[in-house]
């Protein structure tokens, strides 16, 4: 069936590090890619999203880029703050549905 | 600027009692969506509306049901309460055609003892 499978945190990395946190994906048909974070005691809020191959969606220094020849879409950043410290999760969206499929989640805390 | 508004934002219940959980959202949007959170899981999809008047069962629907009041509000409601629904809910909302983003509200912890 159709998922998401994202990298285990939690991802603890020094303020100005470089991010990258892997995501990949198995889906029949072309489904559009999101990534949202999730801040501590709030829902979750869209990153970006990319809805078609080589798309690269962008958002406050994130990037992410729709590679289908490797079913991925991983999540960058070239120099984290502390106020990155989230929850981050990968989903999908095939053409025929609304609705999206959730990653596990990969937890980023980053230390001043 | 409420988006989507989600009540109570705290609850804990005994087991074998009954709860309604609110949503509602102010962005006219058609589909609406409840989902449960659980550490390790991601956000797994309990029920949701693409329109007024409909709903259709997600991943994880046993022991919950859901009513679309009008196109403002969705509900969902546990009839009898079990530990292992202790979790993270939330609604989300979104426009009716695809690779739309959904907008989340800001969830309700319930606890069932």
């Known amino acids: 069936g159709d998922s998401v499978t994202q990298m285990e945190g939690p991802v603890t990395l020094s303020e100005e590090a470089f991010l990258t946190i892997n995501c990949t994906y198995t889906?029949?048909?072309?489904?559009?890619l999101f990534w949202y974070v999730q801040y501590p005691g709030e829902g979750l809020q869209l990153l970006l999203k990319a809805t078609k191959a080589d798309d690269k969606g962008s958002n406050k220094g994130f990037e992410a880029t729709y590679r289908k020849e490797t079913t991925s879409f991983h999540l960058e950043k070239g120099s984290v703050q502390v106020s990155d410290s989230a929850v981050y999760f990968c989903?999908?969206?095939?053409?025929?549905?609304?609705?999206?499929?959730f990653g596990s989640g990969t937890r980023l805390l980053v230390r001043p | 600027n409420a988006g989507v508004t989600q009540t109570p934002k705290f609850q804990v219940l005994k087991t074998g009692q009954s709860m309604t959980l609110q949503c509602a959202q102010d962005m006219n949007h058609n589909s609406m969506y409840w989902y449960r959170q659980d550490p390790g899981m991601g956000l797994r999809l309990i029920y949701y509306?693409?329109?007024?008047?409909?709903?259709d069962k997600g991943e994880v629907p046993n022991g919950y049901n859901v009513s679309r009041l009008n196109k403002r509000e969705f509900s969902l409601r546990l009839e009898s309460a079990a530990p292992s629904q202790t979790s993270v809910y939330f609604c989300?909302?979104?426009?009716?055609?695809?690779?739309?983003?959904?907008?989340f509200g800001d969830g309700t912890r319930l606890s069932i003892l």
């Open positions: 989903a999908l969206s095939l053409d025929s549905s609304y609705k999206l499929i």
């Open positions: 889906a029949t048909g072309y489904p559009s």
């Open positions: 509306s693409a329109s007024e008047g409909t709903t």
């Open positions: 989300a909302s979104s426009e009716d055609r695809v690779n739309q983003p959904q907008h």
